[in-house]
C-alpha cells in the first residue's frame, strides 16, 4: 500500500497487477494502468467502461487483472466507483483503493455526468482519465479531448477542414471547479512525477482525480518505441503540462526554460502532418494563451 | 409483533426497504416514487436504517451505483418511474447478466410524449426482455410483502436475479391505506443476511462483468435455464411468507373465481381491485365470469395462463400499454402461450388506462360483457381501446 509517497522506480515493486492483457504494442494507456496498479496494490478495486483497457483485459476466462475488478457501463465509471466504495463502506472493509480507469471519451464526453456527481459526493475514489486524445478502441473517432488539427475517423482532414476544429475540453480545471480534494495532470513520459501523485491519490480520503496523457502509436501514427517519448515531448514543447490542485490552489509541477518545438512534435504523428502553417499559428497561439494563463494565475 | 400503520403506497415501500435492511440505496427523484425515497432518507438520517443513501446524479447513475455495491456483495436497493427507468434501462441487463440481486421499486407511469404524470405500464413492460424478474402489485399492503419478498427470492442461490417491484404511480404510491407492518424480528427470520460467492473479494480477489465473447451464450442459456426454476422459489417463498406472516398472494397468478368460469379477465395491478368488484357483482347476477390476476411478467406463468386458458371460452386481456404497430404487450405474453393449446379460447385485448385514464366498473362490466358475447359465438374486434373518447376503425 502507498503509505509513502512513491516517486521513483525504487519504491515500486516488482508484482504485476495488470498484465498478460492484449493491447498493441506501444500502448501508452496499458503503461498508465500497469503504473498505477504498482503503486495501488493487491487490495484494490478496479473498475473499467468501455475503453481500449477493458477491451484488452477482461476477455473471459482470460482476465489480466489480478486484483478484483470489473467492467462499467461506459457512462457510469464515476458511480460504480462509489458504489463500490459505499459498499465496501457499509460491509466494514478496511485498507482497500477504489480506482477506475477510463478514457478521454469515456470522462470528457459520455462519463463527464458520473464523474461530477461523483467528486460532488465526495466518495473515497481514484479516477483515473488515460488520455489518448480519441477513441481509440472503436477505430480513432474525435472525442472532446482531441487536439485542433488532429486528424481522426469522424474528424478526417481535407481539402475543408483540418481535422479537429476544437481544442480539447479542459477537464482538469473542469474537475477542480469542484472544489476537489486532489486532482492532477500527469504524462506516461514522466513516470516518477505520474506515480507521485497516483500516490498521493491512494493517500487522499476523499475524491481524486488524475488526467494522464497516455500516448496511442495506432491512434497517433507514431512507431511503436516512441511512446514514452511522445509523452515527454508533449510536454516539453507545451501542448501538455504537469500540474497539481490542491487546497484549491493551482500549482504548476513543471516549467519548461523554453518550449521544444512544437512542429517537430506535431509532424511526427500521422494526424497531425497534414497541418498548414495557419494551423500550426493557431495551435501555437491556444499554447501561448493557455502558459500566459498559467503564469500569471497559478503557482509556478 | 405486527402494528398496522395508514401509509401510502411510497410509504409502505420505504418501510419495507427498512425492515430489509439493504447496506446501499442509490436512487434518483423521480415523480411519483419520491415519496418512498424521501422517507428512505428520513430513515436513514435518524439512524432507523443503517445504510449509506447515495445522491446519485441520475437514474443511470442509481443503477449503475447500486450495481457496484452489490458487486462488493451488499444489499441494494433503488427506485424509479417512467422516464427514470428508461434512462437506467442500458444498466438493467448489465445487472440480470452479472447476477446480482438488485431489488428495485418501480412506479408505473406513463411515457412522453405526451407528458404526462399517471399511471399506466408503458415503462416497465418495455423493459420485459431486460433479465429482471417483475412483480405488480394490486395495493399497498401487497407491494411492502412483495419488497420483502423480493429480497428473498432475488437472493436465493437458485435465482440470482434481480427483481422490479411494481406499483402504480399515484393510485397505490399515493394513496393511503392501512397496512400491516411486520415486527423486525420476524422479517429478520425470514430474509437471512444476503452472502454470496458472486462478488468482488479483497481475501479472494476477482472479476465480475467481465467481457464473454466466446461464452456468451452459454452465459445467457445458464440464465434462462435458471429464470425457469424461479416460478417454483416464488411459490415456495409465497408459502414461507404467508405461513409466518399470514398473507399469501398465489404465487405467480392469482385465479378469482376462475374454477367455472366461462370468461376470465386478465389484469395487472391496481385495476384489479376494480375488476374484483365488478366479478363480485357479476356473479350474484348469475355470469360466470372470473378474474386473473397476473401478478409475474417475468417469468411469465406459462403453466397457469395454460390451465386456465384450457378450462374457458373467452380470455380477454387488459393492456395498460399498447406495443404501438401491434397490440397489447401483456395480450401478445398471454396469445403466445396460449397457442400451445390444441383448441384456444376466444381472445380480446383491451387496451386502457393508458396516461392514467380511468377504467371504471362500468367499462370494466363492458369488457366482460363483450367477453360473454364472444363466448356465445358473437365476433368481436381482436383489439379494442376503453373508455377512448375517439372512435377506433380498426
Redesign the interface.
Known amino acids: 500500500m502507498a503509505d509513502k509517497l512513491v516517486t521513483n522506480a525504487r519504491d515500486l515493486t516488482n508484482s504485476e497487477y495488470f498484465y498478460g492483457h492484449r493491447a498493441c504494442a506501444g500502448c501508452g494507456g496499458s503503461l498508465a494502468l500497469r503504473l498505477a496498479m504498482k503503486v495501488l496494490g ?2 484494490t ?1 478496479v ?1 473499467i467502461p468501455a475503453n481500449c483497457m ?2 484488452v483485459s ?4 482470460q ?1 489480466s ?9 461506459f ?2 465509471t ?14 466494514g ?1 478496511k485498507d ?1 483503493h477504489v480506482v477506475g480507469f477510463a478514457g478521454d471519451g469515456g470522462t470528457a464526453d459520455i462519463g463527464i ?2 464523474l ?2 461523483a467528486i ?2 465526495g466518495d473515497r475514489i481514484i479516477y483515473v482519465c488515460y488520455d489518448n486524445e480519441a477513441y481509440m478502441n472503436t477505430g480513432i473517432q474525435k472525442s472532446g479531448l482531441t487536439p485542433y488539427g488532429s486528424s481522426t475517423t469522424t474528424s478526417p482532414a481535407g481539402r475543408n477542414l483540418p481535422g479537429a476544429t476544437r481544442m480539447k475540453k479542459n477537464m482538469f480545471e473542469i474537475v477542480a471547479a469542484h472544489d476537489i480534494a486532489y486532482a492532477a495532470t500527469a504524462s506516461i513520459g514522466y513516470p516518477e512525477d505520474y506515480l507521485r501523485k497516483i500516490s498521493k491519490a491512494a493517500q487522499c480520503a476523499s475524491t481524486s482525480y488524475i488526467h494522464v496523457l497516455a500516448p496511442c502509436s495506432t491512434g497517433w501514427g507514431f512507431p511503436i518505441e516512441k511512446t514514452v517519448e511522445m509523452g515527454k515531448e508533449a510536454v516539453d514543447c507545451g501542448l501538455w503540462y504537469l500540474a497539481e490542485f490542491e487546497n484549491g490552489e493551482f500549482r504548476l509541477n513543471r516549467k519548461p526554460r523554453e518550449f521544444s518545438s512544437l512542429e517537430d512534435y506535431l509532424k511526427k504523428q500521422a494526424r497531425f502532418r497534414h497541418l498548414t502553417d495557419k494551423d500550426m499559428d493557431v495551435i501555437k497561439g491556444n499554447r501561448d494563451r493557455k502558459w500566459k494563463k498559467i503564469q500569471d494565475q497559478w503557482t509556478v | 409483533m405486527s402494528k398496522k400503520i395508514f401509509v401510502s403506497g411510497d410509504e409502505a415501500v420505504a418501510e419495507a426497504v427498512r425492515l430489509a435492511k439493504p447496506h446501499v440505496i442509490s436512487a434518483y427523484p423521480i415523480t411519483p416514487q419520491t415519496v418512498a425515497v424521501e422517507r428512505i432518507s428520513d430513515f436513514v438520517e435518524d439512524g432507523t436504517l443503517k445504510a449509506e443513501y447515495l445522491h446519485v446524479e441520475s437514474e443511470h447513475s442509481a443503477m449503475s451505483a447500486a450495481m457496484g455495491a452489490a458487486a462488493v456483495g451488499a444489499r441494494t436497493f433503488t427506485a424509479t418511474s417512467s422516464q427514470g427507468l428508461l434512462y437506467m434501462s442500458e444498466v438493467l441487463p448489465y445487472v440480470s447478466g452479472a447476477r446480482f440481486p438488485i431489488v428495485m421499486m418501480n412506479a408505473n407511469r406513463t411515457l412522453a410524449t405526451p407528458w404526462a404524470l399517471l399511471s399506466d405500464h408503458r415503462d416497465s413492460l418495455s423493459q420485459l426482455d431486460s433479465g429482471w424478474i417483475q412483480v405488480y402489485c394490486e395495493d399497498a399492503q401487497e407491494t411492502l410483502d412483495m419488497i420483502l419478498q423480493a429480497y428473498r427470492i432475488s437472493e436465493d442461490p437458485r435465482v440470482m436475479a434481480p427483481m422490479m417491484v411494481n406499483l402504480d404511480g399515484f393510485v397505490l404510491t399515493h394513496t393511503y391505506e392501512m397496512v400491516e407492518l411486520p415486527a423486525q424480528a420476524e422479517v429478520d427470520a425470514f430474509l437471512p443476511a444476503y452472502t454470496t460467492i458472486n462478488r468482488m473479494d479483497l481475501d479472494d480477489p476477482k472479476t465480475v462483468c467481465y467481457a464473454a465473447m466466446n461464452d456468451y451464450m452459454e452465459f445467457h442459456m445458464k440464465q434462462e435455464l435458471d429464470m425457469r426454476k424461479v416460478p417454483s422459489v416464488i411459490e415456495e417463498v409465497d408459502r414461507l411468507y404467508g405461513d409466518k406472516f399470514g398473507r399469501y398472494y398465489d404465487g405467480m397468478v392469482e385465479q378469482y373465481l376462475c374454477d367455472d368460469a366461462e370468461v376470465v379477465l386478465v389484469t395487472l395491478g391496481s385495476v384489479t381491485g376494480t375488476a374484483r368488484v365488478v366479478v363480485d357483482a357479476m356473479r350474484k347476477e348469475g355470469h360466470k365470469v372470473g378474474l386473473v390476476k397476473l401478478r409475474y411478467m417475468r417469468p411469465f406463468p406459462r403453466e397457469e395462463i395454460l390451465d386456465i386458458a384450457s378450462r374457458v371460452r373467452a380470455i380477454g386481456v387488459l393492456d395498460k400499454d399498447i406495443s404501438v404497430g401491434y397490440e397489447g404487450i401483456v395480450f401478445t405474453n398471454v396469445n403466445s402461450t396460449v397457442a400451445d393449446l390444441e383448441t384456444s379460447p376466444g381472445r380480446i385485448n383491451f387496451i386502457g388506462g393508458l396516461g392514467g385514464r380511468n377504467i371504471s366498473k362500468e367499462n370494466t362490466r363492458g369488457m366482460f360483457n363483450e367477453l360473454l358475447e364472444l363466448a356465445r359465438g358473437e365476433k368481436k374486434e381482436k383489439i379494442q381501446f376503453v373508455n377512448a373518447r375517439c372512435e377506433y376503425h380498426g
Open positions: 493487491p487490495r478495486f473498475a477493458s477491451a477482461f476477455l473471459h476466462p482476465i487483472f489480478s486484483t478484483n475488478s470489473m467492467i462499467s457501463p457512462a457510469a464515476g458511480a460504480v466507483l462509489s458504489g463500490i466504495e459505499a459498499g465496501a463502506r457499509a460491509l472493509m482497500y455526468q458520473a461530477s456527481g460532488d459526493r
